[in-house]
């Protein structure tokens, strides 16, 4: 009895790594999406899913990387949508000065709602801005974190210009994004959760599916970089994500 388990465990896991490795890459042009999250509809949607099982994990991921990095000082969470992280990151950190931004200010009212709930009301500031013209002086932050946000920026070369702008000399960017070239079994996933799982509201805007099409893939990441005064960056790719780590 225990050898057949024990058996059909491995075909389970030999089966499963198939359908997620066995599959190819794709190839195909970046296809921009949505920017901010500003309607009420796609807003609300978007706070519910967040609290689904696969982003706590992937936030819990984010936060094990972020304290390899043991951040110090003032840390913005660019693009926080509706707080999850920067609230996780204030009762792992305690020490942080701590600003969320997001360009969206439906999104930011969920964020600031959840921090008072949360008695992280006077910890947190967020503020509404676009990357592309943050609200801070040159070179005032010691660190930039953005999580699932890249791949809706409509200048990304003009955010990453406006981050090392007021990243202090020594600071860091980590960003958290998906991967586009990721294997199809992703995209199979993700179109099955935007035409059957998915919100009313996400689904009229084609998210998730239009999150990972209009992401970077590994090598666009490098070049879009080498265009920056930003130092060479470290991608670390993880499934259908990558991580990537940049010093001023
Ligand atoms: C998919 S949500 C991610 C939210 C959150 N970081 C998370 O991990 O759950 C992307 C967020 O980036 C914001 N955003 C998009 N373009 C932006 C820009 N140019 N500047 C600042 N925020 C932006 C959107 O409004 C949205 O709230």
Redesign the pocket.
Known sequence: MSFLCIFFAIIGIVVILIIIFGFPRKKSPRKPNI????SPEVAKA?EKM?DILPFRLLRKKVLSKLKDFNPKGTLV??????G??IIQIAESFPDLILIG????SE?LEFAKKRALDRSLGKKIEFKI????KLPFSNESIDFII????LH???NPLK?FNEIHRVLKRDGTLLIFDFRRDSRRFFYSFLTFVTKVVAPKALRQVHEPLG?IQSSFAYNEIFQLISQTSFQIPKVKTFLAWMFVSVKK
């Open positions: 920017e901010g999250l500003d978007y967040t969470d660019i693009g926080c949508g509706s999850n992280l931004i997001d360009i969206a999104i801005g676009n990357v592309e953005s999580t699932f946000s809706h920026w409509v955010g999150s």
